[in-house]
């Protein structure tokens, strides 16, 4: 069923009869979305799969005529999956596993090295055609450079070191071939390529054997006790001696994603137990303040009940950066005076207590958004507010100089040049010493 959605036109859902064990993001080849494409999509779906099919030269059509120098797709495609995902309705946000098909593999390789670290569940590439152009360059990602000139005024995708997600290359399609391109990159699943000699008549099939191969190897997450049970969270353990610390860490929008996982792994080599909130999904259904506070309440009591010597650090991006203050400002004095210092990454304005699809381009408008200035003008927790030297329109450079804020000032805008260590290991150097 064709969906219209922006620069993608019309987006291909497939939807499976119940409810959906999986999302996949499926790009087209070069041909577009034609009979083959559909095929693929519709034996996902029967798999239990919900499909979002994407016909690769339309889209590439309108990346031609942005006017940008170089091209973010992984924006584009973020804003379309979440919005896609809640117009169909879904209960809770999916991470997709992203498919390409020939040239569709060409440009999901790209699309995946430039996305986060977490934006899609794993990668899967059927076959590869090395001739695909792009009309511009693709903005360099976490992963590094992915595309180079062709020298005839294109752009042709180039391999990163390492892949931010699991890669299984796949050219089972009847005339497909690798180019040599996987047995330079590290992060290749080598035990899982499947040869030409492994070719099937059945392709729709073959890709769902694929899928379930490559989920196979996560294992399900450890349930959490029942006073928590509902909030999704990640944990990353303390490493070496404990530091009688714990960070609460607020995603920002995309969810547990590069930023807030690597500022997570600088907390943890410190010493510092790390528990993530992912907003994404808690915020993916309305919340009020009083039941995200309660969350935050919750976290801390939980935490606090296990290690009681341990003071906790609230640690937000962006989105969750926004809702830090008012969450903390709206503890309960037995939490509220564990947390020593609020940390808050590239914050928004106002907290919001609902994912909005039009946030990544800033043309959302909030209804019950509260504005953080004066929370941080009556909180009681010392605010340390980071943001890049290239962020013009920073918050932070509106609550300067206010008592008990710090600034911290770092290369780069709103991705710090996805030097995500250097981000976390300044924080974590920032932080007020123990009492």
């Not at 996560?218 to 959490?224: C, D, I, T």
Request: aromatic share 8%.
């Amino acid at each position: 069923m064709p969906v219209h959605f922006g620069l993608f036109g019309n987006v291909h859902v497939a939807t499976p009869a119940g409810e959906p064990k999986r999302a996949i993001v499926l790009i087209s080849d070069a041909k577009g979305w034609d009979a083959r494409a559909e095929r693929l999509a519709i034996a996902q779906a029967d798999a239990g799969a919900f499909v979002i099919g994407i016909d690769l030269p339309a889209y590439l059509a309108q990346m031609e005529s942005i006017k940008d120098k170089c091209a973010f797709p992984a924006g584009h495609f973020e804003e379309m999956i979440h919005w896609i995902q809640r117009n169909e309705k879904l209960d809770k946000y999916i991470y997709p596993l992203l498919v390409g098909d020939g040239a569709g593999a060409t440009f999901a390789y790209a699309l995946d090295a430039q996305a986060p670290q977490g934006t899609y569940a794993g990668l899967i590439t059927l076959g590869w055609d090395a001739d695909l152009r792009l009309p511009k360059p693709v903005c360099r990602g976490d992963a590094g450079p992915m595309t180079a000139p062709d020298g005839k005024g294109k752009f042709r995708v180039v391999p990163v070191k390492v892949l931010p997600n699991p890669w299984l290359p796949q050219p089972f399609a009847p005339g497909a071939r690798a180019t040599g391109l996987a047995t330079r990159l590290p992060s290749v699943l080598h035990d899982w390529f499947v040869t030409l000699n492994g070719t099937t008549s059945d392709p729709g099939k073959a890709l769902a054997a694929a899928v379930a191969r490559l989920t196979a190897p996560q294992r399900a997450a450890r349930p959490l006790p029942q006073d928590i049970a509902d909030l999704p969270l990640e944990t990353v353990p303390a490493q070496g001696e404990f530091a009688q610390r714990i960070g609460i860490i607020l995603t920002g929008d995309g969810g547990w994603a590069g930023l807030d996982v690597a500022v997570a792994n600088q907390l943890a080599q410190r010493g510092i137990e790390v528990v993530a909130l992912n907003t994404l999904k808690y915020f993916w259904d309305t919340r009020t303040p009083a039941q995200a506070a309660d969350a935050l309440t919750r976290i801390i009591g939980h935490y606090g009940a296990q290690h009681p010597l341990a003071d906790f650090v609230v640690v937000g991006y962006s989105f969750g950066a926004g809702l830090a203050p008012v969450l903390i400002n709206r503890l309960p004095e037995s939490a509220r005076r564990r947390v020593a210092a609020q940390v808050l990454i590239s914050p928004d304005d106002a907290a919001v207590f609902e994912i909005h699809v039009g946030d990544w381009f800033g043309s959302t408008q909030h209804k019950g958004a509260i504005p953080i200035a004066p929370e941080i003008a009556r909180t009681r927790v010392p605010v340390i507010c980071v943001h890049g030297a290239d962020e013009d329109d920073s918050f932070c450079k509106q609550v300067v100089g206010k008592p008990d804020v710090r600034e911290l000032v770092l290369p780069g805008a709103h991705h710090y040049d996805g030097d995500y260590d250097k981000l976390g290991a300044a924080i974590v150097a920032a932080l007020p010493a123990r009492k």
